[in-house]
């Protein structure tokens, strides 16, 4: 059974930092790319990074660009969004998803984790 455990969401003031985790299991970490998105309270579910089976590559949305760090341990079957300068805007519910390398579809996410920014 995969399961994806998202930690680390909370209460942090505007300018402030946070490290998200997701740790893995009943996977092949290795073979999956991993992914954050986020829900924010009327909107719809947006892409926030990726990072690629072997770590070789991220990817971000333009809105976190320079801010926000996606990295993945192996060792650990656990990937961590680092996101630092923070707004009101990236208060959401931030998602773990995992994605088979070389397919398009995301195939497991887990249940998502607070954050809120005060400002």
């Known amino acids: 059974q995969v399961q994806l455990v998202e930690s680390g969401g909370g209460l942090v003031q505007a300018g402030g930092s946070l490290r998200l985790s997701c740790a893995a299991s009943?996977?092949?970490?290795?073979?999956?790319?991993m992914a954050w998105f986020r829900q924010a309270p009327g909107k719809e579910r947006e892409f926030v990074a990726q990072?690629?089976?072997?770590?070789?590559?991220?990817y971000y949305a333009d809105s976190v660009k320079g801010r926000f760090t996606i990295s993945r341990d192996s060792a650990k079957n656990t990937n961590y969004l680092h996101m630092r300068s923070l707004t009101a805007e990236a208060t959401a519910v931030y998602y773990c998803?995992?994605?088979?390398?070389?397919?398009?579809?995301?195939?497991?996410w887990g249940q998502g984790t607070q954050v809120t920014v005060s400002s």
């Open positions: 009943g996977l092949t970490f290795s073979a999956y790319n």
């Open positions: 990072i690629l089976w072997d770590g070789g590559r991220t």
């Open positions: 998803t995992a994605q088979r390398w070389g397919t398009a579809r995301y195939d497991y």
